[in-house]
């Protein structure tokens, strides 16, 4: 049987006018901002409208440590929306929109994949509604007028080596990690070492994730703290007085994006934090908004489950009052068998005894799931190179943890082949067996909140670091920053910090190598081991290929 490519899939869907995607939620058309045909905004008055109502069941989609061998995480949160909907569900759909840095980089898009996509992939995957460009225009606006506020006198008396507020850009760019500003003379300003980020991993993202409305946002924005004055006293974006402008370049992002999935359900996509130097979940907004109007939302968290789900469960769920009812924990045969040890072009031989060996990073992650007090699904998503035999080696494992692995053919089928994962979370959600709970407390130091995802998490023996990091610790806790949780900047590709050691490992440190306080976001960045905040290109990008074809479609972005 010949298999379609994403995008051939993609270019075939029969989309429907965005406006009766949103009459499914019981919007009107004057709730939506459209933004062509197939794509709009929610207007704020909607979202108001509908706070009155009970929420449906949250369910979290999150996974095993990525591999070169893929995973599908997006493709079976599309899969379960999809076939919730199909067992007559009104399920809801909520992600996180794409950065053009790694599209261009390594991975290609971020829609989902085979019949479970969400659509207009290539526009989701590109500049969408603007959203990221407007982020990286009030980031920058902010980082303008930290600058020019120096240049006209310096009122606020801000040190120059102590000025924390980077730039960003959304693209991978090596060359602009640490740079060297104002350079040229006195019309210039005063020269000063600087650097960039990656859009997704600004401030500014984690704020829009995280802000109920425009009034919290704006109050979020005044709260960054951007440069330290010489006695160490904090200066705020507030004092600067950037938070009204940023507001208004914000105003249309701050409203989540409704698109619609091949089968023509509801998703909404919006934000786009990071998981390994940020908070990696949607946003805040759009995940409320869904549980309002829906039975079941079913959302993701980036990379694997000792980020993404951690930091949901320590971040998101605690900012923002929410719980989940259940979790799907993403897993392959053929992610299996890199964990065991088998190389990436021998991936489609069977080999039921590296199955077994990996599974120990699958086992891990069910126990840390189940520590927040969450019953857990395993979602296998299945590759049509996977044999009976390897399966039933993942079920049996899975079995052994007390939970139930399910064979789901989303990719393949869509709805029909998620129907058996859809009923099985609707049994768990309903059961009534959740009983979340963050694993560590608000006024738990910040040093030990550190270590409690270390050695809970990660499984580590220690965190290593220096004198100088836990004093910038104790001082934030004396300034009234101790209460914050903790987000962890750690290689997606391991538990530990070495992004080469698979599987399950114990013993091992993690070496913090740098605290960043974003105060606006409301958490504390913890930098451990070679995590890059912005990252490079490969050797070979993503943009090598990428091309418009003579009929004017887009080529090598998926």
């Known amino acids: 049987m010949g298999y379609k490519s994403d995008i051939d899939i993609a270019r075939e869907a029969k989309k429907r006018p965005i406006q009766e995607i949103g009459a499914k939620l019981g919007m009107s058309a004057e709730d939506l901002l459209p933004y062509g045909h197939d794509k709009a905004k ?117 040190d120059t080596r102590r000025v924390t507020w980077r730039r960003v850009v959304d693209m991978n760019d090596r060359a602009l990690r640490q740079i060297t500003a104002s350079l040229g003379g006195v019309s210039n300003g005063f020269p000063r070492e600087a650097g960039f980020d990656i859009t997704v991993a600004s401030e500014v993202m984690a704020i829009l994730c995280l802000a109920t409305d425009l009034k919290d946002l704006e109050k979020r924005l005044g709260d960054i703290i951007v440069a330290y004055r010489r006695d160490k006293s904090p200066v705020y974006c507030r004092d600067i007085k950037a938070e009204g402008a940023m507001t208004v370049l914000l105003k249309d992002a701050m409203q989540p994006n409704l698109v619609q999935t091949l089968e023509n359900n509801p998703a909404f996509v919006h934000g786009g934090p990071f998981a390994n130097i940020a908070h990696g979940c949607n946003s805040v907004i759009a995940t409320k908004t869904a549980l309002k109007v829906s039975d079941y939302v079913v959302t993701e968290a980036g990379f694997g489950a000792d980020l993404g789900a951690e930091k949901f469960m320590n971040i998101k769920c605690r900012k923002a009052g929410i719980a989940p009812s259940a979790v799907v924990l993403v897993a392959t045969v053929r992610a299996m068998k890199m964990n065991g040890g088998v190389a990436k072009a021998d991936l489609g031989t069977e080999s039921v005894e590296a199955v077994e060996k990996g599974c120990a990073n699958l086992g891990r992650h069910i126990e840390n799931v189940k520590s927040f007090g969450v019953p857990v699904v395993v979602a296998i998503n299945h590759f049509v190179t996977d044999t009976d035999a390897e399966v039933d080696a993942i079920k049996a494992f899975v079995a052994t943890h007390g939970c139930e692995a399910i064979l789901s053919r989303h990719w393949e089928l869509g709805s029909e082949g998620s129907e058996d994962l859809a009923k099985k979370v609707v049994d768990l959600a309903e059961s009534g067996s959740a009983h979340f709970a963050p694993i560590y407390a608000d006024d738990m130091p910040l040093f030990e909140k550190i270590e409690t995802v270390a050695k809970r998490i990660y499984r580590a023996d220690e965190v290593l670091a220096d004198k100088k990091i836990r004093n910038q610790l104790r001082e934030w806790e004396d300034a009234g920053y101790g209460n914050l949780p903790v987000c962890m900047a750690k290689t997606q590709y391991s538990f530990s910090t070495d992004p080469n050691l698979r599987g399950a490992p114990t013993g091992h440190s993690v070496p913090v190598r740098e605290v960043r306080l974003s105060a606006g976001a409301g958490f504390i960045v913890v930098v451990c081991g070679e995590i890059m905040t912005m990252p490079g290109l490969p050797r070979a990008p993503s943009a090598e290929f990428i091309k418009l074809n003579e009929e004017g479609q887009i080529e090598g972005l998926f």
């Not at 225009?137 to 600058?147: G, I, N, T």
């Open 42 to 158: 929610v207007g704020q008055d909607y979202i108001n409208s509908v706070q009155s109502n009970d929420d449906g069941k949250l369910i979290l989609v999150t996974a095993i440590n990525p591999t070169p061998a893929g995973e599908g995480k997006t493709t079976t949160t599309v899969g379960l929306g999809d076939g919730l909907n199909r067992i007559g569900k009104n399920a809801t759909i909520c992600i996180r929109e794409a950065s053009l840095g790694p599209n261009f980089g390594m991975k290609g898009g971020a829609a989902g994949g085979g019949y479970a996509q969400i659509v207009p992939m290539e526009e989701m995957n590109l500049h969408f509604t603007g959203d990221f460009h407007a982020i990286t225009s009030a980031h920058s606006l902010l980082s303008a007028m930290v600058d020019n506020h120096i240049y006209w006198g310096n009122k606020l008396d801000i």
